[in-house]
Every structure is written in structure tokens, then in C-alpha cells.
């Protein structure tokens, strides 16, 4: 089992950032990749983006590519999501999640998802 905390949410003007975070603990070992996805009130969820823990690459979401940056410290289990130019569509709860395989990491199969942290952006 692995649980995941997110933590550094909070409320921006647009064009501000935030870096949330996301502690992984328990059988960590068993993740093959890690994800940020957010659901915003009425609409589905939507991967952000996606880290894959051996050889470190990314993939992004067309609508967050040059403003957010997916990170990982594999010393401290932590996973980040630096977020710039901020705009009023990125607010939602944003979750982080993990996948224990290569086809579930394509998928966007989580196996593991944490309680989400809200982000708000006003104009």
C-alpha cells in the first residue's frame, strides 16, 4: 500500500505560482510512475501531468506545457508541481497519484491518489 499527501495549495492572482507537493509513504518501491491530475467543480478529471520515477521523464497536459514543471526527490519520497503563469482555468482540486505499471502509467490508471489540495486563481 502506499498513501500520498499533497500539501501547497492555496488561492493566486492570475500570473502567480505555486508548488504543491506530494509525500508518498509505505511500499514506494512499487511505483512506476507518478501523476498530477485536477478535477475542477462539474467537470472530470483531467491528467496534468506525469513523471515516470526510473529514468525521471515527463509528459504534460498541451494546456499546462511551459508553465508547470513536474519534479521528483526520490530521497525524500516527494513528489512537486511547480506552477507559473497561473490562469483563472487552472483552479481545481489537484490530486497527485501513482501507477505501478507501464501500461496504467499510459493510461492514466492510478493505483494510489491522495485527499487533493484546492488551487484558486482570480483575475
Known amino acids: 500500500q502506499v498513501q500520498l499527501v499533497e500539501s501547497g495549495g492555496g488561492s493566486v492572482q492570475a500570473g502567480g505560482s505555486l508548488r504543491l507537493s506530494c509525500a508518498a509513504f509505505?511500499?514506494?518501491?512499487?511505483?512506476?510512475?507518478m501523476h498530477w491530475f485536477r478535477q475542477a467543480p462539474g467537470k472530470e478529471r483531467v491528467g496534468v501531468a506525469t513523471i515516470y520515477t526510473d529514468s525521471g521523464g515527463t509528459v504534460y497536459a498541451d494546456s499546462v506545457k511551459g508553465r508547470f514543471t513536474i519534479s521528483q526527490d526520490n530521497a525524500k519520497n516527494t513528489l512537486y508541481l511547480q506552477m507559473n503563469s497561473l490562469k483563472p482555468e487552472d483552479t481545481a482540486m489537484y490530486y497527485c497519484a501513482a501507477s505501478s505499471n507501464p501500461a496504467r502509467c499510459a493510461a492514466y490508471d492510478y493505483n494510489y491518489w491522495g485527499r487533493g489540495t484546492q488551487v484558486t486563481v482570480s483575475s
Open positions: 509505505g511500499y514506494t518501491v512499487s511505483i512506476y510512475c
